[in-house]
Structures are given as structure tokens and as C-alpha cells.
């Protein structure tokens, strides 16, 4: 009897190593073969240029990349690039990923940039999109800040649009809406809903 109980505790043993070694093997692939299908359908969809990441983590069906950097193009190639302190991002889902402290840079029209803060973001790379929530700051090369609640960027078009009071600041003047769309990478913006603007006229010469 005991030869036969040592002998299924060795049988055991054996599928118990075997298994950990496919662990070994399946873990990190799984990792790859999620991150190949996010460049894929980047680049096929989003006109995706490249995307870098510090060590990754998996956490169940999650992946947590630190410090992330994704840059691409839109439909008139001027390049946007997005980067975080963190990402997470379901391997069920790989074009989708949540984003902390979302820093983006965005090339406009007229050879004009654009720089938007958040302390949350989300991108979908299969609906062209990323989205910041959360403290929403824009700096333009122009010299406007836009103060925001969230934002939603089209990367294809590379035109913007919040459904929240949005305020613009240049220098002492101010513009308040309850809406704002930008169109084309800044060739039309049109603000909706009840507008507000203060200007400060220059004094007259003497």
C-alpha cells in the first residue's frame, strides 16, 4: 500500500511541476500576445507610431504597465502622443486602457500644439479615442488654458468636444460655456449653451 500511495504522491508531484512550468511559459505570453494585439489594432485603426512601457504587472486578467508612452497620427499626420504615470489594461480587451495622471501632446493646425492634464484618462484605440476626466487643464501654443471637468478627443481628426462648463483663459480674458466642440485640429471651435466672455479692451494711445 505504501508503494502505491508514494507513487500517486509522486504522479502528483509531477503534474504539479509540469503545471508550473507551463505557468511559467503561458504568463509572459499571454502578456506578449496582449500587447501585440493592442499595436495591431492600433496601427491599423488609430494610425498608431509606437508605444513603450516600464516592467509589466498582471494582476488576474489585468495588465499594469508603469509609465507608458503611446505616439501616433491622425488623418492629416500630425502626431499626437499620449504617456502616464500608470496603465491598466484588460487582456480581454486590449484596445482599451485606463490611464493615471494622463499627460497628451497634440499637433494642431497653422503648426499650433496643444498639451492636456488629467488625473484620468482612457483611451480606445478601436473607436479612435481618448478621453480625459478629472482636473482637466489645455495649454495651447497660442497662449489659451482651458479649465474642464473631462474631455473627449477624436485622435483620427484630432478634434475635441466636452459636454461639461468648460472656461478659457487668455491673459485677464475669460470665455464660459456650458459646452465646447473643436473641429479639425482647432480650424473651427464653437461654444454652446449659455456663453459668457469678459474682455479687457487695451487702453487708447494718448
Request: aromatic share 8%; proline share 4%; hydrophobic share 40%.
Amino acid at each position: 500500500m505504501s508503494a502505491i500511495i508514494s507513487g500517486e504522491r509522486y504522479a502528483a508531484a509531477a503534474r504539479h511541476s509540469r503545471l508550473v512550468r507551463r505557468l511559467r511559459w503561458l504568463l509572459p505570453a499571454l502578456v506578449g500576445i496582449a500587447i501585440i494585439a493592442f499595436i495591431g489594432l492600433g496601427a491599423a485603426r488609430s494610425f498608431l507610431g509606437s508605444i513603450s512601457f516600464l516592467p509589466v504587472r498582471l494582476d488576474g486578467s489585468t495588465l499594469e504597465m508603469a509609465h507608458p508612452h503611446l505616439t501616433g497620427y491622425d488623418a492629416n499626420r500630425r502626431r499626437y502622443s499620449l504617456s502616464a504615470e500608470r496603465a491598466r489594461q484588460d487582456i480581454a480587451a486590449p484596445s482599451k486602457i485606463q490611464l493615471d495622471k494622463l499627460d497628451a501632446h497634440m499637433e494642431l493646425a497653422g503648426n499650433n500644439e496643444v498639451r492636456i492634464l488629467s488625473e484620468k484618462g482612457f483611451f480606445d484605440g478601436e473607436a479612435n479615442r481618448f478621453i480625459a476626466q478629472g482636473n482637466v487643464r489645455v495649454n495651447t501654443t497660442l497662449g489659451y488654458e482651458l479649465f474642464l471637468k473631462s474631455m473627449t478627443v477624436l485622435t483620427k481628426t484630432s478634434s475635441m468636444e466636452s459636454e461639461e462648463p468648460v472656461e478659457v483663459r487668455n491673459g485677464d480674458n475669460r470665455i464660459f460655456a456650458d459646452r465646447m466642440q473643436v473641429h479639425s485640429g482647432g480650424e473651427r471651435i464653437v461654444f454652446d449653451g449659455r456663453v459668457k466672455t469678459i474682455f479687457h479692451l487695451p487702453p487708447e494711445s494718448p
